[in-house]
Nanobody, 129 residues
Framework: QVQLVESGGGSVQAGGSLRLSCAAS????????MAWFRQAPGKQRVGVAG???????TYADAVKGRFTISQDSAKNTLFLQMNSLSSEDTAMYYC???????????????????????WGQGTQVTVSS
């Protein structure tokens, strides 16, 4: 049974940092596209960072240079290091996985929510100014 469990959310002041974690279990194959999405109140869920099985990463323009996605060596845990946070980063953050290689548009990982069949329960990030 596949499980994704996020942790690390919380409240932080603008300019601060947070590190999110996602513990993944139940995946049997070697290929697995994983990503972080976020959803602010009244807005659509959007992808912010993704990583493919070969280590290829893609970031949304809104977080480039501030967020870093990574995995542990066993690929059991997904991380999102978030620096220079602003109030615009306030959202529920979700870990997602596809169970297969990422889909690409040109050389960028595609973040369509329909491409990811496995989701965590989400962790809230609140940034106060």
């Amino acid at each position: 049974q596949v499980q994704l469990v996020e942790s690390g959310g919380g409240s932080v002041q603008a300019g601060g940092s947070l590190r999110l974690s996602c513990a993944a279990s139940g995946f049997t194959g070697s290929s697995n596209c994983m990503a972080w999405f976020r959803q602010a109140p009244g807005k659509q869920r959007v992808g912010v960072a993704g990583v493919d099985s070969d280590g290829t990463t893609t970031y949304a323009d809104a977080v480039k240079g501030r967020f870093t996605i990574s995995q542990d060596s066993a690929k059991n845990t997904l991380f999102l290091q978030m620096n220079s946070l602003s109030s615009e980063d306030t959202a529920m953050y979700y870990c997602a996985a596809s169970g297969e290689r990422c889909r690409y548009y040109s050389d960028q990982i595609r973040f369509g929510v329909w491409l990811f069949g496995y989701w965590g329960q989400g962790t809230q990030v609140t940034v106060s100014s």
